[in-house]
């Protein structure tokens, strides 16, 4: 929805924003209607939205890097000439061009996307300078699409002077004309007063610039500043500029949680007749851990506003009956819950745990979902409407606007990262009765460090299942070398003949699902031939979702020894008798992805192993992040770690953590600035709400503008 433009006239005194709407920026010149139209697509609508497009990165041309100096995931400017070039075509086009420089060492540059003129200009013995970040590769350090510039003989390669911005792409807009245009939008600042929201003291107090001296800073580092520093993203201006928007989306999550808390919930109290029942019925006892969250749950679903909260607990801690508990105690209330996974693999697994479970009791246990069409949709529509079906489980299709309540009273949602937090709030509309909200669970198995789940949910509660239930045995992790691909297939061998079944997950350097299928495939049909006893079978992003639940039920009726598949497999898969498994290019996944995959297995009573298998050379970085993902089965342990070692030049996708993404802040890097912001938000909100509404429309505004909130 796009949001009014703020009106000119009626501005109060105080600090002035830029106008908002597309109107002053088409005052920029080279913006005309073509451009402003791409601008917005991207959310960038005002000035205001210009200055605050910030570089993700920077790329250090002020000196030459000798290729034999070069690093594995370190980015360099190297000055060299063309020695060999090579085409092919085995998977898809690639062109490799090896460049030596001065230093005697040899460098690859491969590109995927080439024309024929690009290609002539490759004649050996030509000078070339060029930047990109160096990767291992299969022979040696390689640049995959490095930018470059072929010299002339005598030409002296331009060094820059300082350092150069890249800026979040802008489709349909070169980055030299963005950089412009980011340029102009500069030059329009307003002084320092007029722009400045944070309070003296604690810009004072810490020692920071004001916002615009940190703007100009950061899109234009000054020849002056300490490179390092910038590229390490602790220059004041950066920090300044973090702080501000880690405050705007604390202050931002602070107010849904106060308008949230405004509504009234039906509180659920009773005998826990239900929840007795439930128990008794259980082949196990519950461990501290989930008997302590329940309680903090039923003591918040006690009273009449709405719980929210979130239960953290690593894969196989037993969430599930936590929740199921939760819900008896709901619907022995009178009341309905619903139950919401992201995929129909996940939500079918609850469906099958919340009907053994809960139908015994004589609970109705119904089942909605896309595929779910016809007079059987009607059907169950009828039936949550009227309050028959006590539980729903299901997925997206539950937020549909023809799924109607009864009285829902608890919204408990699975996975809550691959939801967004608007489909969140859209499950939870569907209980507004009155002002009546129902109370949320939100489940997930992402471990993420205290500090940083402070400030990604300040908008719900944390309880945490810190502990396993007994007679796990843990996964045995080993890292091996992909030059042992031929040990590691007989390992498969060995296990599938004892009877166990074992994933092989093909994991890609570029983040592309058309690619990774395509590898998938490569390596399912390579592995047929070397593994002709087996059947094995295939899973990946590509196929669609009645093929790959068809797969997914072979392999779980134990009808396919060997499931190759991509990172599709990282959530919902139960196959205890599932106890091998087999990670490709391990060092490019991130801790948290890692330890999900891993997580398949361990679920039987099989001693399970799991092979990380990477490709040499490692960094230390890689090194060490392999070490910690063999020395533990942890999975807070591990994000902590992943935090720690968490440093520039690792690429980790914010897949991994399903933290929001910032523009200049980075919960990893800048987690020592919590504890102040915090402080910061309390005081605003307490002494200066007008500002805090400020700073959350200058940051957090213009982004769910273009979330399409
Ligand atoms: P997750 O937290 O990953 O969702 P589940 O809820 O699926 O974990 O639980 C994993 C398995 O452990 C299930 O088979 C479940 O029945 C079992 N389980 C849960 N709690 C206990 C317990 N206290 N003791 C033994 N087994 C348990
Ligand atoms: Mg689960």
């Known amino acids: 929805m796009a949001r009014a433009p703020r009106r000119r006239g009626d501005s109060s005194p105080g600090p002035t924003l830029a106008p908002s709407g597309a109107g002053a920026l088409s005052t920029l010149p080279g913006v005309g209607p073509k451009v402003a139209e791409k601008l917005a697509a991207r959310g960038l609508l005002s000035l205001q939205d210009l200055w605050l497009h910030l570089p993700l990165r920077y790329e250090d041309r002020t000196r030459i890097t000798a290729i034999a100096t070069l690093l594995p995931g370190q980015s360099a400017q190297v000055l060299a000439r063309v020695e060999a070039v090579e085409r092919s075509f085995r998977f898809r086009p690639t062109l490799r061009v090896v460049v030596r420089d001065e230093s005697r ?81 500069l030059k329009r600042l307003p002084p320092a007063e007029a722009l400045e929201l944070l309070p003296d003291g604690l810009r004072e107090r810490l020692a920071l610039p004001t916002l615009r001296e940190a703007l100009l800073t950061a899109h234009r580092p000054p020849p002056d500043c300490d490179v390092t520093e910038f590229a390490l993203g602790q220059h004041p201006a950066q920090r300044r500029l973090a702080l501000e928007e880690l405050l705007a989306h604390h202050l931002s999550l602070q107010r849904q949680r106060i308008a949230l808390r405004a509504h009234g919930a039906m509180p659920v109290r009773g005998a826990g007749k239900l929840a007795a029942s439930l128990r008794r019925q259980l082949k196990f006892t519950l461990t501290g851990a989930q008997q302590r969250v329940l309680d903090e749950v039923a003591r918040d679903m006690a009273r009449p506003e709405p719980m929210l909260r979130l239960v953290q607990g690593d894969v196989g801690s037993g969430k599930t009956v936590v929740a199921a508990l939760a819900a008896a105690n709901a619907v022995e209330a009178g009341r309905q819950v619903a139950l919401m996974a992201p995929t129909e693999l996940l939500a079918e697994q609850h469906l099958a745990n919340f009907r053994a479970w809960l139908e015994p009791l004589g609970l109705r246990v119904a089942w909605l979902a896309g595929k779910v069409t016809g007079k059987a949709r009607t059907a169950v529509l009828a039936e949550i409407a009227s309050g028959q079906a006590q539980v729903v489980v299901g997925t997206h299709a539950l937020m549909q606007d023809k799924v109607v309540f009864s009285s829902l009273a608890l919204a408990i949602v699975d996975e809550q990262h691959r939801f967004g937090v608007h489909q969140r709030l859209a499950l939870r509309d569907k209980g507004l009765s009155g002002s009546q909200v129902p109370h949320q669970l939100v489940m997930t198995a992402t471990p993420i460090p205290r500090t940083l789940a402070m400030s990604a949910y300040a908008d719900l509660d944390v309880s945490v299942i810190d502990e396993m239930p007994p007679g796990r045995t843990p996964v045995q992790t080993v890292a091996i070398s992909g030059d042992r691909r031929g040990d590691v297939v007989e390992r498969i061998r060995g296990a599938c003949a004892e009877g166990r079944q074992a994933y092989w997950v093909c994991t890609l350097i570029e983040d592309s699902e058309e690619v990774e299928a395509q590898a998938a495939q490569t390596t399912f049909e390579q592995l047929g031939a070397l593994l002709p006893e087996l059947r094995l079978g295939l899973l990946h992003g590509r196929m669609k979702p009645a093929e790959k639940q068809a797969v997914m039920a072979e392999f779980k009726a134990g009808r396919l020894h060997l499931l190759v598949a991509t990172t599709v497999i990282e959530v919902g898969v139960d196959v205890p008798n599932a106890s091998l498994m087999v990670i490709e290019n391990a060092e490019r996944l991130g801790l948290a992805q890692l330890h999900q995959l891993r997580g398949r297995v361990g679920r039987g009573a099989a001693a399970s192993s799991c092979v990380l298998m990477f490709r040499p050379p490692l960094s230390q970085m890689a090194r060490e992040r392999l070490e910690v993902m063999r020395a533990s089965t942890d999975g807070f342990l591990i994000a902590e770690k992943d935090l720690e070692l968490r440093g520039p030049g690792e690429l980790l996708g914010t897949r991994q953590t399903g933290l929001a993404s910032f523009r200049v802040a980075d919960l990893a890097r800048d987690a020592h600035l919590l504890p102040e912001v915090h402080r910061a938000a309390a005081q605003l909100l307490a002494e200066a709400p007008a500002l805090a509404e400020q700073l959350v429309e200058r940051w957090v505004g213009g982004a769910a503008r273009f979330a399409g909130a």
């Open 105 to 185: 060492a040899s460098l690859a540059l491969r590109f995927f996307h080439f024309n024929r003129a690009q290609v002539a200009l490759f004649v050996p013995g030509r000078r070339l300078i060029c930047y990109g970040e160096a990767r291992p590769g299969q022979h040696g350090l390689e640049m995959v699409h490095p930018s470059y510039r072929l010299l002339a003989d005598e030409a002296e390669a331009v060094i820059h002077d300082r350092l150069d911005p890249v800026y979040p792409a802008v489709e349909g807009l070169g980055p030299q004309s963005l950089s412009r245009l980011i340029g102009e939008a």
